[in-house]
């Protein structure tokens, strides 16, 4: 076996074992529909009691626990027929209950469930009372006489002070007197994204000082689904003072049964910048204090109505008889487009909030290809043609790698008459051999393992790649050229109905769904079937085998990637294929493509005895 061969086995060794593990470990599982029992059992939980907790007297100046109400039957309707003040911005639309002035009803209008552009928009927050609660709590904890009646809670009823509509442009005050001398003010504003402002004040008309701590909390009724599995995180997320921590579902802290002192839950100390939320594949909602402001972020979980929940609790505050004072928070609740999140942390210096998109490990590779992808679908304008700019783009700068090893496997071609004389004078002698080899390689300056190196190099840019296209929001539902319609799912025709042409809709299980590939599959299959034509079939059967089959399986092992991502092969497999005939024919080489290809379809003669 020559050495040129061993590096091609070697590629293919590695190749094939990274793509095992990709599918095995980091392919995302097909949906599975919700479990409507276990909705109904939640709903049940959540509706007929289980966790109501007082807040407790706050110590060293903050609040120290808050859990979010179970609602009773009572509640549930209250809920219901509670007035609402809408929401409606160029992105959001939505409604805010009065009802503890939830804010608990946004759709994204930017996003629907599927491409049919008559399906429901993407539902991000929802009430209470409905299947799947997402929504948010603001309030205050009591301190001193203060008792949590005095206060209002999730069951206030909230007057409107001002404004009827919450847009861009026309913000919303609520108000509630307790009847004890304190007025509860809550203003809300949003801007044309999805960031809210929220300030809570209160007015003192008592004679004597209260104080009070604010808070804010992100709750999750119902285990969300999640999409990502390995390849993307979903679940709580925080960043305080610079350092990002991401909590799954099954791994925030569990509330057996009511809060208590030193019940277990994850309660950070933010000293400076930080914020605390809830994070999907491609949408979240942060609690978000000013810059500069204290604060304790909390995540926990509690079985009783399985409720998930983030917290932000801020210093106590003291308010002089006559006196009001407040605080105003922010809350991002919407889609993790780049450019918005982007603009967010420049302009408004909320830290690292770019990360709330999951880079992943190779996050200074995908950063970087995603920067560029980015830049390039603005001036292309089709995120297909971006992903081949793309290619090339990343094609171009490793051409000086590229290049040094194609010209040192034209000159191991160049070199392989001399290598069969080293190899029949060597005979049996296995360390003269390789002494020889070694002593013409550095004669001829050639490297024999030059040849692994760019696909090495290729290993981590498709794992950023397929990051890329998996977890950021651009690239869902966005389409390229007549069937594909979206490159972050896989190509959706099918050899088994000649690719629509049969009346006839091929199954997505079971063993058949192995043989039902795309066409973007079957063309990458060849691509890489006409790289290899670029040398000779080796002689070894085994070698022949391995070569014969190769390009096959690859292209049933990427039939069901990312369209996106297999657009991306077969556009560096044709680049590669490009590149590697010129540079060996600039050196005297002469690739015998079509004889190669033809060779392939003879059928070897039977040996005569």
Request: glycine content about 6%.
């Amino acid at each position: 076996m020559d050495d040129q061969n061993k590096n091609l086995i070697l590629a293919v060794v590695l190749s094939s074992i990274v793509m095992l593990v990709w599918l095995v470990f980091f392919q995302p599982p097909p949906q599975a529909p919700a479990d409507q029992s276990a909705v109904t059992q939640a709903q049940t939980a959540t509706t007929s009691g289980g966790v109501v907790t007082p807040p407790p007297e706050p110590a060293n100046n903050t609040a120290t626990e808050t859990t979010a109400p179970a609602l009773t039957n009572p509640q549930s309707e209250a809920l219901s027929k509670a007035p609402r003040i809408k929401v409606e911005t160029p992105k959001v639309t939505g409604s805010i209950s009065l009802l503890g002035g939830r804010i608990d009803d946004l759709a994204l209008k930017d996003y629907r469930q599927t491409l049919d552009p008559d399906s429901d928009l993407v539902k991000l927050l929802n009430p209470a009372d409905q299947a799947k609660p997402y929504y948010t709590l603001y309030g205050w904890v009591p301190s001193g006489a203060l008792t949590a009646e005095d206060l209002p809670g999730a069951s206030t009823l909230w007057q409107i002070e001002s404004g009827d509509i919450l847009t861009p442009d026309s913000p919303v005050s609520l108000v509630w007197d307790n009847g004890k001398g304190l007025i509860f003010h809550r203003q809300i504003q949003v801007d044309e994204k999805y960031m809210f402002d929220i300030t809570q004040s209160v007015e003192n008309k008592t004679n004597t000082p209260v104080s009070l701590a604010p808070y804010g909390m992100v709750v999750r009724q119902g285990k969300p689904e999640t999409e990502g599995r390995y390849i993307s995180f979903e679940g709580a997320i925080l960043l305080s003072d610079g350092e990002l921590t991401e909590l799954k579902y099954s791994k925030l802290p569990k509330l057996d049964i009511l809060p208590r002192e030193g019940a277990p839950a994850e309660v950070v100390d933010v000293t400076k910048d930080g914020w605390v939320g809830f994070t999907d594949k491609y949408w979240m909602t942060i609690l978000i204090p000013q810059n500069g402001e204290p604060f304790k972020a909390v995540t926990k979980y509690v079985p009783a109505g399985e409720i998930y929940q983030t917290e932000t609790r801020l210093p106590l505050i003291t308010v002089a008889p006559g006196a009001k004072a407040g605080i105003e928070t922010r809350l991002f609740s919407g889609a993790k487009e780049w450019s918005t999140l982007r603009a967010y942390q420049n302009k408004e210096g909320i830290d690292r909030f770019l990360d709330t998109i999951d880079w992943g490990w190779f996050y200074f590779l995908t950063k970087p290809i995603f920067w560029l992808l980015h830049n390039l679908y603005g001036l292309i304008g089709n995120m297909g043609w971006s992903i081949i700019a793309l290619t090339i783009t990343l094609k171009a700068l490793l051409l000086p790698l590229a290049y040094k090893s194609y010209v040192s496997m034209a000159k191991m071609k160049e070199l392989q008459p001399v290598m069969e004389k080293l190899k029949k004078d060597a005979g049996d002698d296995r360390q003269k051999l390789q002494k020889d080899m070694m002593a013409l390689y550095k004669k001829e300056k050639v490297n024999p393992a030059s040849g692994c190196l760019p696909i090495l190099l290729q290993i981590p840019i498709f794992f950023s790649l397929y990051k890329v296209i998996f977890v950021t929001l651009e690239l869902r539902h966005a389409p390229w050229i007549g069937w594909i319609r979206d490159l972050s799912a896989p190509d959706p025709s099918s050899i088994l109905n000649l690719f629509g042409l049969l009346p006839f809709q091929p199954p997505e299980t079971g063993l058949l769904a192995m043989f039902s590939i795309g066409l973007l599959p079957i063309l990458l299959g060849i691509s890489m079937w006409l790289q290899q034509k670029l040398n000779p079939a080796p002689t070894d059967p085994t070698q022949k085998m391995i070569f014969a089959w190769m390009p096959w399986v690859f292209m049933f092992m990427l039939g069901r990637f990312a369209s996106g991502l297999v657009l991306y092969w077969i556009t560096n497999n044709t680049i590669t294929f490009a590149q590697q005939y010129a540079i060996m024919r600039s050196h005297g080489h002469k690739p015998d493509v079509f004889g190669n290809i033809m060779r392939s379809f003879k059928r070897k003669k039977p040996e005569t005895k």
